[in-house]
């Protein structure tokens, strides 16, 4: 059995460990970048950190007990991810900057084309390419007009120091609520963009004692029962349906806003919208940061950009040195960002023009022996418990495959359908999802399909078994 995985973040490490467990060595991860670690390879903004909690970001099977704070760093996680790959062998199987372009499938096998023109065979793909790798870069007139420094948040340039400088930040949304309280410390002047307030909420994040580390070390014991709590908490609290957990988030967030001094600022920075209706961000530093004389805070919108001046809509200019981009990533395009091509040459495109689906978000109907990690409506919680449940999920079909001489496994097209109206209803059914805020939960034609509605623990519940009726499996060519 060969298989190709594509991208070697948190999702395709941990695919390729647990198919070293089970004997397949056979693989090759392929990896667009110079490394692995994915998000945390690539996304190196300054303040960069999980939010949510650490204890449960890391691995079941390899728990991490010494993060320096509750809610790690992107270098620590990074460090992580470096070490998991390095310890479980997966190094040797790994080809970066190695961007997979194409994947068709013909006479019972995968042929994936990469940029290079070379072709990669396999019998299993697994599409670890994460929803975070697509840049979105703002509709505004005159941006690429703009003759000073301009990057992504998700591509941070280190080699650019902004002490000193005048700065403008596009969007204050998950990047910006963690790098504007870094760049304000030295920049000199910083204006910060913003079309929507979001719910930023308090956090405990109080770095560890090295005492502390070093008990974790020696008796991880106190950590796993936190790891355990943090877990039954988010399963009940992150699906967003109950309306006092809501409110009390609200008014959670209201309060945490008090620090700013200024009434109007304070004004600016509450949310229209109701929690959970986007995605709900925590820092404890972001506020605070509005108290600086080199803070401003611009609601009016952006109507041009020029050679080297931000203006907005109300005819003011703001010369800058530095333009960052925080307006985050494309996520609804899924596996449709590479070119595939299933049974009968259908094109996945063409599968998905209504929008991304999938069953379980790790099949799609038509494309066989095809797994998708992080697939359509597997977006909640911490990311690595989805992901570790559909890696399972994947080993299930493998081993059934191997058990029972099949040549390709493909999901039934009437499963995937009925699955998705019931996720769909689900969805309908979570109010503070109704509202028009959700931009990055929806396809163009309006259906939301990055979010799962229902616990971590109902998807792993779900994932924890292959429902055969669900699956046409295929003789070996
Ligand atoms: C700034 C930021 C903060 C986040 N914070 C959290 C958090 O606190 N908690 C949480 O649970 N989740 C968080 N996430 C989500 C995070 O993406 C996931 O937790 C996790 O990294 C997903 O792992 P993955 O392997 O599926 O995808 P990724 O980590 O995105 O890795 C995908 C890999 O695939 C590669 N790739 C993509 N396309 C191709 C191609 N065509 N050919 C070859 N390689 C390709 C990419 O280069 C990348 O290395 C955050 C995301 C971002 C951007």
């Known amino acids: 059995m ?125 599409s670890a390419i994460g929803m975070f790798n697509d840049l979105a870069w703002p509709d505004i007139a005159g941006l690429y007009d703009f003759r000073g420094t301009m990057f992504h948040s998700a591509r941070w340039d280190w080699d650019h120091p902004l002490a000193g400088e005048r700065v403008a930040v596009i969007g204050s949304a998950a990047s910006a609520v963690q790098f504007v309280p870094e760049i304000v410390k030295t920049a000199g002047q910083v204006h910060l963009f913003q079309r929507t307030a979001n719910w930023v909420l308090p956090k405990i994040d109080t770095p560890y004692t090295p005492e502390q580390l070093e008990a974790f070390r020696a008796d991880p014991t106190p950590l796993l029962v936190f790891r355990a709590e ?11 349906a109950d309306p006092a957990a809501n409110a009390e988030r609200e008014r959670a967030g209201l309060a945490a806003i008090d620090v700013v001094a200024d009434p109007e600022v304070r004004r600016k920075l509450r949310p229209t919208h109701p929690y959970g209706c986007k995605r709900p961000l925590f820092s404890n530093l972001y506020y605070p940061a509005f108290n600086r004389p080199n803070l401003e805070l611009v609601t009016e919108p952006i109507e041009r950009v020029t050679t080297d001046a931000v203006v907005t809509a109300d005819g003011t200019v703001r010369r800058v040195d530095t333009v960052i981009v925080a307006t985050g990533f494309a996520t609804t395009k899924y596996l449709s960002a590479i070119d595939v091509v299933g049974r009968d040459g259908r094109g996945i495109d063409d599968a998905w023009r209504d929008g991304a689906q999938a069953y379980l978000g790790v099949t799609t109907s038509g494309f066989p022996n095809l797994f998708m990690l992080y697939g359509p409506n597997t977006n909640n919680g911490s990311i690595l418990t989805m992901i570790e449940a559909q890696v399972e999920h994947v080993i299930l079909h493998l081993r059934r495959l191997r058990e029972s001489g099949a040549g390709w496994v493909d999901v039934l097209p009437e499963a995937m359908g009925r699955y998705n109206a019931e996720v769909q209803a689900a969805i309908a059914g979570v109010d503070v999802w109704q509202f028009g805020c959700n931009g990055y939960y929806r396809s163009p034609g309006g259906r939301v399909v990055t979010q799962w509605p229902y616990s971590m623990a109902e998807f792993q519940a779900r994932t924890g078994v292959v429902d055969a009726d669900a699956f046409e499996l295929g003789p070996v060519v």
């Open 230 to 240: 943090t877990e039954s908490n988010m399963n009940k609290g992150m699906t967003f």
């Open 2 to 126: 060969r298989v190709a995985i594509i991208g070697a973040g948190p999702g395709g490490l941990c695919m390729g460990k647990r198919l070293i467990d089970e004997g397949v060595e056979d693989f090759v991860i392929l990896e667009n970048s110079d490394g692995v670690g994915g998000t945390w390879n690539l996304n190196r903004y300054p303040g960069c950190e999980c939010d949510v909690p650490s204890a449960l970001y890391s691995f079941s099977f390899d728990f991490k007990a010494d993060w320096s704070k509750p809610y790690g760093t992107q270098p620590e996680i990074l460090a992580y991810m470096r070490s998991f790959a390095s310890k479980f062998g997966l190094l040797p199987h790994c080809r970066f900057g190695t961007q997979v372009t194409r994947a068709v499938w013909q006479g019972g096998s995968w042929t994936l084309t990469l940029a290079s023109g070379a072709t990669v065979s396999a019998d299993i793909v697994v």
